[in-house]
């Protein structure tokens, strides 16, 4: 293929939701295997690729500047909104208004949570963030699963196509992806976004794993399945 169209996107949220960050990522990885006929590549940054050397200025600053060259940009949020996260919604909001990039699409976390688990701090960001969105006239999208969220801003994506977001090749519609295949006796392939249930016998993970949703097993057998990776303040 001759060209291929690449578009970044900047992923934003607190460290409470790194789960449908990762989510998110593996999604956007399936995308683009999806697409790679069609030439597009979707190319996800988060504050975790950087390295940890120091900057001249801010780490931040980094962060801020990319998400300035970014096409797109995704925030998840959920009980409170982070002073970095903010930063960065700010940061892309400026320089939306200044060029018209990167777009902008934010995303609430609608799921109940104990009341003990609540805090002052992390409730008043949460309520200044909403009021900050009521002063742009700007409504989030709520999410109660991974698979709303992906749904979700899969159809965007598609709306964006229409408009030519991904060059004239991708006009018209971009590819689905197939759904959960029956592979033999007790297995199952499961692609793209699905809904629903799918009632399996032991699920081994092979030593890795990520359910974004609910899985009925009657075993799942794996190793470490699960690396938080790096985490800081602010998130």
Known sequence: MATREKRRIFLASSAELRADRDAFRLFVGDLNKRWHDRGIFLEVTVWEDFDDAMSPTRKQDDYNEALRESDLFVMLYWTKVGKYTNEEFEAAHTQFKATGRPLIYTYCKNVAIPTSALNKRDTLSLLDFKERLDTLEHFPTHFDS??????????????????????????????????????????????????????????????????????????????????????????
């Open 146 to 235: 991974v698979a709303a969220l992906t749904g979700h801003f899969s159809e965007q994506l598609e709306k964006q196509a229409a408009k030519g977001f991904f060059g004239e090749a991708a006009k018209g519609g971009l590819p689905a992806g197939p759904g959960a295949q029956v592979v033999g006796p007790g297995g199952v392939i499961v692609n793209g976004d699905n809904h629903g249930s799918i009632n399996t016998g032991t699920v081994n993970t092979g030593g890795g794993g990520y359910f974004g949703g609910s899985v009925n097993a009657q075993q799942v057998v794996g190793g470490n399945q699960f690396n938080l990776g790096k985490k800081r303040d602010g998130r």
